[in-house]
């Protein structure tokens, strides 16, 4: 058997393909944080303290927009050359971006360019996350033996919570090490700069990884298509814009509950940032349990039937959020922010298999990817913005009603798809 086929172990598939999504939402998440705490006062001096945040967070929002342009041009390669060369590429890509965003001067030193170039580089860490995603469920997917498509596409999903928990965790560490003028002067630039520590990391193991077999095959038969995008909305239309629309409530549920709750917990309600930091920090943890669970529920009943469940308890749980924040007790929003990101990955899990599957060999990674990060246009780009307004114009119930919205958006797109569970790949 030759190299080029021959399949790694599932402990290297899992490692590669988790280490890049956990990256991912690391790079994104400290920038969330540091929108919510620190990106309007260093980048946007002037102007009271929402217009500040609104800034921040129309600048978190850059790199969601870019995403599917990265989608399309990673995938064109991945589609063309291979998986792993282009799961190589968006790595570094992604990470000089985000390293770079922590070696930035603020604008008291460089005035308006601070900004722009700001928007630049999340511009470039939208690119480069833009091809991650596909690439890496492809990467488990493609590699996974019958009947465990759904337990393999959920290596990917579990780099979110980890992601989360270093990101949170090294804000955290640096409030309690910290003072608030340090932490604003430049210790909010440290997680920016450790994140090239872990993209060294995944580049060292994605390098030792074999193509996998599946687009093996297609490289051998020379089945590649001229322009892997022309090709999915020519013949994939239905698929791609059912499967960006099944991502919106995965992408609300994810930011409501950290990026906007962060802001929003630490201003309006005056709870320190250490203790919210904390706060979610269990609440992941509800995240990470829920993906295993899901991921196999999946392959067992079926995707269709754990999105459809799990969708209509988040459409509920969007008429909980206003009571639970506004109770003001840290065992209230705990328990609210546990919740709902509990559901998150309930209704992230499957998709590491089922946007796979809705996309032949061909065009699958320019497929999934593009879904994936046109759903995180839909779902996350402006989410803690739209949240930021609602709440000011409207109160919380307003915040509580855009996740049920959110959820039926969903709802319906899972509604209107085939199940995908047995489909055999070609």
Aim: one cysteine or more.
């Amino acid at each position: 058997m030759s190299s080029a086929t021959v399949v790694p172990s599932v402990t290297r598939i899992a490692l590669a393909s988790f280490i890049g999504t956990a990256i991912e939402f690391y790079d994104f998440y400290i920038y969330g944080m540091a929108a919510a705490l620190v990106i309007g006062p260093v980048f946007f001096p002037g102007g009271d303290p929402t217009t500040q945040a609104l800034s921040s967070f129309l600048t978190f929002a850059v790199a969601f927009l870019t995403r599917p342009l990265g989608a399309a041009l990673f995938g064109h390669f991945g589609d063309r050359i291979g998986r792993k060369t282009t799961l190589v590429a968006s790595l570094l890509v992604m990470g000089i971006s985000t390293t770079l965003i922590g070696l930035l001067p603020g604008y008291d030193v460089i005035g308006a360019w601070a900004p722009a170039l700001l928007c630049l580089l999340r511009f470039g860490q939208g690119i480069g996350l833009g091809g991650e995603w596909g690439g890496a469920a492809l990467l488990a997917t493609e590699n996974a033996p019958s009947g465990k498509r759904g337990w393999f596409g959920m290596f990917p999903q579990l780099g979110p919570p980890v992601g989360f928990l270093l990101a949170t965790g090294s804000f955290l560490l640096m409030a309690h090490l910290l003072t608030d003028q340090e932490f604003k002067d430049w210790g909010w630039r440290l997680p920016f700069l450790a994140s090239s520590v872990l993209v060294i990391i995944g580049l060292y193991v994605r390098l030792a990884l074999a193509e996998t077999p599946i687009f093996a095959k297609v490289l051998q038969q020379h089945q590649q298509v001229g322009l892997p995008l022309k090709e999915v909305f020519k013949s994939h239309a239905a698929p791609l814009a059912l499967g960006a629309l099944a991502m919106v409530v995965c992408y609300a549920l994810f930011y409501i509950s950290t990026v906007f709750s962060l802001s929003y917990g630490t201003t309006a309600l005056q709870i320190p940032r250490q203790q919210f930091l904390g706060m979610l920090c269990v609440a992941v943890l509800f995240m990470a349990a829920a993906t295993p669970l899901s991921a196999w529920a999946g392959d067992r009943f079926g995707r269709r039937p754990v999105l459809l469940v799990a969708g209509s308890l988040a459409f509920l749980s969007g008429f909980l959020l206003k009571p639970m924040l506004e109770s003001g007790s840290p065992i209230i929003i705990t328990a609210f922010l546990s919740l709902e990101l509990f559901l998150m990955g309930a209704t992230f899990a499957p998709m590491g298999a089922l946007l796979p599957e809705l996309f032949s060999s061909k065009v699958r990674y320019t497929g999934a990817g593009t879904a994936y990060n046109l759903g995180g246009i839909l779902g996350a780009s402006f989410a803690p913005y739209i949240a930021q307004r609602l709440v000011s114009e409207g109160g919380l119930s307003w915040v509580g009603g855009y996740v049920s919205l959110a959820a039926i958006v969903s709802l319906f797109a899972v509604y209107m798809m085939q199940e995908t569970r047995d489909d055999r790949w070609v």
